[in-house]
């Protein structure tokens, strides 16, 4: 059953500040999602698509930022 839809889109740009602070980054990701990248391009698309996954899920259960702590929810590659 389909509760709803989330959609969420982020700019990668905007991960660059965070990946230079790792408060920032452990307080939105768990240890599994963090990761060490290459380039500084890469690890900033790595976190953008995981931020906004998570985002996507928020609104899709009809939950806002502060319902859930967005490290509880991992975005993982299968």
Known sequence: M????????????????WVKSPDMISRFFN??????GKSLS???????VRFAAKEAFLKANHKGLGDIPLKNIEVLNL
Do not use: P
């Open 31 to 36: 240890e599994k999602e963090m990761i060490e």
């Open 42 to 48: 890469a690890i900033c698309q790595h976190y953008a």
């Open 2 to 17: 389909i509760f709803g839809i989330g959609v969420d889109i982020t700019a990668v740009k905007r991960f660059e500040k």
